[in-house]
């Protein structure tokens, strides 16, 4: 069946950076994309950005544009979320999800969630 | 502010029909499919209907989809106390290049 597990929580100075990673199984990883989205505590959800596990073409949020990188590593079917420059409005649960196409706002299987917390 | 616009909240009484409205623009709902989005308190979202009113496996058919212009809307039938979570629509926008949702409807079963 198909799974994606993401890695553990984290705790972050203001400034630093983060990557979170996102193990895939249970179907072909080059299929299909990767989407991230974030959601802030207390909030709704916000799309981070794709990128294809294909051909690791990629697409951000305009308003991550600079901060953000999105990779794979098709060899262990694991997808990266690198978040740098960190600020406390960037305290959020991070989710990826399987993308079904390069214009998929979510995707059809989540994995389990990522906090990370910004704090000084 | 969400770039799609849904009611924070939605309440219904178990067996009853509520619906949930999203309303978008040209540039989203009114040009590119519609996907609805289940999520359980402290649990990740759930795919619930994608490409306006398609169900993915599994899930129960009391679970309808629908769009029209530039708005779309999710409607649960027969409602049961294991629906009560929050809704969230999304769609592609093609003026931004990338994914937006609405900020959510919080759906309560009295």
């Known amino acids: 069946q198909v799974q994606l597990v993401q890695s553990g929580a984290e705790v972050k100075k203001p400034g630093a950076s983060v990557k979170v990673s996102c193990k895939a199984s249970g179907y072909t990883f080059t299929s299909y994309g990767i989407s991230w989205v974030r959601q802030a505590p207390g909030q709704g959800l916000e799309w981070m950005g794709w990128?294809?596990?294909?051909?690791?073409?990629?697409n951000y949020a305009q308003k991550l544009q600079g901060r953000v990188t999105m990779t794979t590593d098709t060899s262990t079917s694991t997808a990266y979320m690198e978040l740098r420059s960190l600020r406390s409005d960037d305290t959020a649960v991070y989710y990826c999800a399987r993308a079904i196409a390069a214009a998929d706002p979510g995707g059809d299987y989540w994995g389990q969630g990522t906090l990370v917390t910004v704090s000084s | 502010q969400s770039v799609l616009t849904q009611p924070p909240s939605a309440s219904g009484t178990p067996g009853q029909r509520v619906t949930i409205s999203c309303s978008g623009s040209?540039?989203?709902?009114?040009?590119?499919?519609v996907n609805w989005y289940q999520q359980l308190p402290g649990t990740a979202p759930k795919l619930l209907i994608y490409s306006n009113n398609q169900r993915p496996s599994g899930v129960p058919d009391r679970f309808s989809g629908s769009k029209s212009g530039t708005s779309a809307s999710l409607a649960i039938s027969g409602l049961q106390s294991e629906d009560e979570a929050d809704y969230y629509c999304?769609?592609?926008?093609?003026?931004?290049?990338?994914?937006?949702f609405g900020g959510g409807t919080k759906l309560t079963v009295l």
């Open positions: 040209s540039s989203n709902i009114g040009s590119n499919t």
């Open positions: 999304a769609a592609w926008d093609d003026s931004l290049n990338g994914g937006v």
């Open positions: 990128i294809s596990a294909y051909n690791g073409n990629t």
